[in-house]
């Protein structure tokens, strides 16, 4: 495996190239710099309905965890700035980052580059570890965020608001990765 990593850093530095030369506005150069130390953002969007190609982002909720804190007293200015090369920490977050793609790509002529995190398979992982073997070939978790939340006996606040949204990833994410399964 180690020898595997000289090519590893090598392609992943032809695919940063790449992307950089095919990028649509060289002023967001900066999304693919080497982000900071033990950070991320937590991100959510509410939207008009479940379809990526057709509906709209109403809201966008944000928020920064530096290290094992949750920085909430932030406000979000300019989202690809408040992001920056930070990698990017959602519950589901695949269909929040396809919904800002569509609206990015004409500008960019591609998406988010970050490194993506997704809580509910942190959750999972950390659940299926749980697990006496015996239970492991077909494992029944409850992946809900309700249950994930109380599970990982943190505040539930209500749903469908972006920025709570945001602000309960980021709490799950910094637990999870606490316990050992981030």
């Known amino acids: 495996m180690a020898a595997d990593y000289p090519l590893a850093k090598w392609l992943a530095a032809l695919k940063r190239g790449w992307m950089l030369y095919h990028l649509g506005d ?30 709209d982002i109403i809201a966008i909720g944000a928020v920064r965890i530096c290290g094992n804190r ?9 989202l690809m700035h408040f992001i920056g090369s930070r990698p990017l920490v959602g519950y589901y977050l695949e269909f929040d980052v396809a919904m800002i793609n569509r609206v990015l790509f004409p500008i960019l002529g591609m998406g988010l580059p970050q490194e993506k995190i997704e809580v509910s398979g942190l959750y999972y992982d950390y659940k299926y570890q749980q697990l006496p073997s015996s239970a492991r070939d077909h494992p029944a978790i409850d992946l809900r965020f309700d249950t994930l ?12 608001d972006a920025l709570n949204d945001a602000v309960m990833a980021a709490l799950a994410f910094v637990k999870l990765r606490q316990l050992g399964s981030a």
Not at 41 to 53: F, I, P, Q, R, W
Not at 73 to 78: I, L, P, Y
């Open 26 to 55: 060289p002023r967001f150069r900066f999304m693919w710099d080497a982000p900071p130390k033990d950070e991320w953002v937590a991100l959510d969007c509410e939207t008009t309905g479940l379809d990526t190609k057709s509906d």
């Open 70 to 78: 949750v920085m909430t007293s932030e406000r979000m200015v300019q």
């Open 149 to 160: 939340m109380r599970d990982l006996d943190l505040p539930l606040w209500p749903a469908h």
